[in-house]
Nanobody
Framework: QVRLEESGGGLVQAGGSLRLSCTAS????????MGWFRQSPGKERELVAA????????FYPDSVKGRFGISRDDAEDALYLQMNNLKPEDTAVYYC?????????????????WGQGTQVTVSS
């Protein structure tokens, strides 16, 4: 069993930055590609960043491209999301997710492991 736990969320003013962390425990050998998702009231859960296990390939949707950066430290079983120039529309619960794929995964259904989420609130 794999357990993922997010941290680093909070309240920040528009234009500010936050760094989210995700730590993994349990059968971490099952984790390869990783991603960050977010969900706000009235919206579907959406992918905001993804990273492969091999080669360091990443994916970002247009809504966050150039502002968010995903990285991983496999030696520490950790995943990070650096968020810069935050906007009020970035307000959401952010989730860490893992899959068994070695390549970048952009489909929500392909992720098998999920954290409980951390709240990010951006004030105007």
């Amino acid at each position: 069993q794999v357990r993922l736990e997010e941290s680093g969320g909070g309240l920040v003013q528009a234009g500010g930055s936050l760094r989210l962390s995700c730590t993994a425990s349990g059968r971490t050998s099952s984790l390869y590609a990783m991603g960050w998702f977010r969900q706000s009231p009235g919206k579907e859960r959406e992918l905001v960043a993804a990273i492969s296990y091999v080669g360091g390939s990443t994916f970002y949707p247009d809504s966050v491209k150039g502002r968010f950066g995903i990285s991983r430290d496999d030696a520490e079983d950790a995943l990070y999301l650096q968020m810069n120039n935050l906007k009020p529309e970035d307000t959401a619960v952010y989730y860490c997710a893992g899959s068994r794929s070695i390549v970048v995964v952009t489909t929500q259904a392909a992720y098998d492991f999920w954290g409980q989420g951390t709240q990010v609130t951006v004030s105007s």
